[in-house]
Each structure stands twice: as structure tokens, then as C-alpha cells.
């Protein structure tokens, strides 16, 4: 095949349709597939670390959110003697409690508090404005877990009963 | 979905929008770069713009010009790496205000040669030119970009740009003249 250049005028328009022809002929030209797989395994790996990142931000939150709930706890728990505990296989203690009743100061906002275990007289019970429960004993004592607030202000109460049983073998 | 928001979702791990943006420039920066360095290295240099981009390597700012622009830019840092030290001084060459002299009209080697030998004569031509007029050829002419975004990817004024192209035109008529067969040329430019 001829190249026609018949009808152009002067060197520049030949160099022109040269250039053309040239640039028609690269179309065909590109990078090798393995350029493209190349490239997006690097997409997949960004797409994988970013997935990991927000799996460890996941956790980190719930950890978080599980240490805010169980350091209360445990201070709950250090804070109350007498936990049902086996004394040698010989006698189990357990205990017996009732659900917290609210208190005058229960919607007073507080940021943080604690439980304090006391023995209260059974007639003081109406100075809480709760009153003890069925199941609870009739002792003129009786055990009770005030839920204090950082405030000092009493939130909630309940009543424990110590029960100590004896384990059969 | 812009060019720039295909770019923030592909380094974000977005592999339709990678794929979409790759597609778009790819074919582009290639010829390019095989003009520029040899098609050899332009595989590489493909990869290794795309690779800059999606590291975010060189952010993209829209205030600075097109994504195409950009693509180029980072392409063109690549392609500067493998030219020799001899090649990249080229483009100094503009401190030089020396006039280039058209040349005469003569018959061109391109009157006696089919399509095929055309193709592979005026690309042995354009090899054989100083890298920053074949970049002005290769970035104006073939991939028929306005002088003002050529200017902008080879950071360079745009009349720089229109006289790298001026003296390359005349290098290339000058080269493709009837005195000299095609293959000599060829040959010339491989050495």
C-alpha cells in the first residue's frame, strides 16, 4: 500500500500525515495485562488493610465499652465482703439477694458511684422508702447494698440475705 | 464519578473505580512513555504511576490542573529517572534561543514509502530527536494536547513548549529528507 501524500503540499503537511499516521498506529499500544493485575492486587491489599483497620477499631471500641462496664463491677465486687465462697467442701455460703429498689436521689445524674454494704435495722428500712421483701429473714438486722452516688446521694438499695448451707458429699 | 472521585475511591480499595481510572489514562501514559524511554520501560513506568497514585505518594489537587495532567506529571518524574544524564539535559537546550532554520523544500523519504514503512520511519525519527523536543512531539502532536497542558506537564512556559515543538518539526523534516534512505534513518536512531 501506497502511502498517499499526493495531495498535500509541502514537507510540514507530509511530516504531519507522517505524525498521523503514527499516532493511528499507537492505538494499538498499552500496557501489558500483567501491569493491570499488578495494580489492582495493590487496590486488594489497601482494601484488605483498611478492612483489618476497622475490624481493630471494632474491638478497640467494644473493648472499651466492656472495660467501662466491668471496672464498676469489680469495684462492686470488692466492695462486698461475704460472697458465697466453699470452706473446705464443708459449708457453702451463698447468698440470697432482691433486686435494687430506686431510692429518693435515683434520678439525680451521677457520673460514677459505688456499693456499700451495710447492716441496717430492719426499721430504718423505711428511711430508704423501701421496705424488705418476702424471703428476706426476719432478723431485726439485715444486710443491704446501697448504691451510692459520686455525689454522696443514696441511689438504689437492695437486701441480702447470707445463707450458709452445708455441702453433702 | 468524576476522574478525582474515581482516585479517592481507588485509594480508598476500590477496585471498580481503580479499574474505571486505569482504563481512562493507561493507554495514554504507555505511549508515552514508550516514546520517551522505550517501550520496554514503559510497562514500568505504568505501573509505577498508578503504584505513586494509589500510595498517594503525590496528592491530588484540582486547583493544579486535570487528572490527566496529574497522571502525566507523575509519569513524567518516572520517565526523567531512566533518561540518560546526556538525554535529560536536553531540556536545557531552551536556554539556547537559537534560531532552528526550516528546511528547504525538498522531497521527503515519506513520498517512496508505504503506510507501514511511513509508521516505522517517522518513529525511528522521532527516537532519534533530543528528549525534550521528542516529548514536545510526542505530548502535542501524537497525543494532540494543547500547548497549555503540555506546557503544565513538562512545568515549562507554553511558549517553550511551542518552540521545542517548532525546532522538532524542523529536526524531523530535516531527518526524513530525501538525501537519506528510511533505513538509514532507522538504523541511526537505534544507535
Redesign the interface.
Known sequence: ???D?ENES???E??????R???E???R????N???L???A?????????RRRAMVLSLAAAAALATALAVPAWRTLQSRPGLPVAADGAVVTRELVTEFFPLRYSNVPARGGYVVRMQVPRTALAAFGATAPAGISNDPNILADVVVGDDGLARAVRFVQVIEEEQTP | MDDAGLIAL??????VA??RL?AGF??R???YA?HMCG?DA??DV??ET??AV?RGQVGYDAGKGTVGNYLFGIARHFVLKRLSAREAATFDLDEHDERTAW?D??P?V??S???????Q???AA?ASLPAAYREA?VLC????MTYADAAAIAHCPVGTVRSRLHRA?AL??TK??ATRSGGDLVRSATR
Open positions: 500500500m501506497r502511502f501524500v509541502g514537507s510540514d507530509r511530516l504531519t500525515v507522517g505524525l499516521a503514527v499516532a498506529d499507537d492505538e499500544l498499552g500496557a501489558s500483567a501491569v493491570g499488578r495494580l489492582l495493590e487496590v486488594q491489599a489497601i482494601a484488605d488493610a483498611r | 481507588a485509594r480508598r480499595g476500590d477496585a481503580f479499574s486505569f493507561e493507554r501514559i504507555f505511549r514508550a517501550r514503559a510497562d505504568v505501573q498508578f503504584l494509589l528546511p523544500e525538498r521527503s515519506l513520498d514509502l508505504s503506510r507501514e514503512e511511513t509508521i520511519t517517522v518513529r522521532i512531539v502532536e501524537l497525543q494532540e518539526k524531523l523534516m526524513l529528507s
